[in-house]
């Protein structure tokens, strides 16, 4: 009798072993799709605000992705070279000017140059502007430090920034788009943003199933 209620007492811990973690990857499932959805509405509300005609832009209210047009004198501000790849994998620099509009410090990235023109003024005429704003990413702990000294840098790293420029920045660059010159070569923007919840999903959903096969297969053998 004692062996009995063993057996018994074993085989129901054994099930809610199993059926607890059959829960758990069913829920990893489910918050997948969940962000599945997320990120279609966010690419897609990505992909319109990249379709909108430009708005005035006073430096005020920021949005990430959001098209801006304003006026700015960036010939006589400093000017940062970021290292680059452009698009095909060749190495440059992309060129970023230190802007204020109105009361409000931005960086704006006027695009791409090779690695030996480093250094060459990129003079604008046209005062009026029209850009990007994206979210400065956050640093890469593998990059380099940035050198200072040689105005040669990896990141946007706010502490040199302030060190180089004597300014804080907003979080927000904005990136140059009306510029139609052949150098500095305009970043191109857009809701390159990885999508793989539907993948997730269906991993989780299949962990689930395939233990809960296993299980109705031993419970069959030894019940």
Request: hydrophobic residues 40%; aromatic residues 18%.
């Amino acid at each position: 009798m004692g062996k009995l209620i063993y057996s018994l007492r074993h085989k129901f811990l054994f099930s809610v072993f199993v059926y607890f973690f059959i829960l758990i990857f069913l829920s990893l499932g489910t918050w997948q799709l969940i962000r599945l959805n997320w990120k279609i509405e966010l690419i897609s509300e990505i992909n319109n605000s990249l379709d909108d005609e430009a708005v005035s832009f006073d430096g005020k209210y920021p949005k990430n992705y959001k098209k801006v047009k304003f006026d700015v004198d960036i010939n006589d501000t400093q000017v940062i070279f970021l290292y680059s790849l452009n698009e095909n994998g060749e190495p440059g620099f992309d060129v970023i000017n230190s802007i204020k509009i109105d009361n409000f410090n931005y960086l704006l990235n006027r695009g791409w140059i090779p690695k030996e023109m480093k250094d060459k003024p990129f003079e604008i005429l046209d005062s009026s502007l029209e850009g990007i704003l994206k979210e400065k990413s956050k640093k890469n702990i593998f990059k380099p430090d940035n050198n200072l000294k040689d105005n040669y840098w990896f990141t946007l790293n706010d502490n040199d920034l302030l060190s180089f420029t004597g300014k804080a920045f907003s979080k927000f660059i904005i990136y140059e788009t009306n510029n139609n010159n052949l150098f500095p070569k305009t970043k191109k923007i857009n809701a390159n943003i990885s999508n793989n919840h539907l993948k997730y999903s269906l991993t989780w959903f299949s962990l689930a199933i395939s233990i809960f096969l296993i299980y109705l297969y031993f419970r069959k053998k030894n019940y």
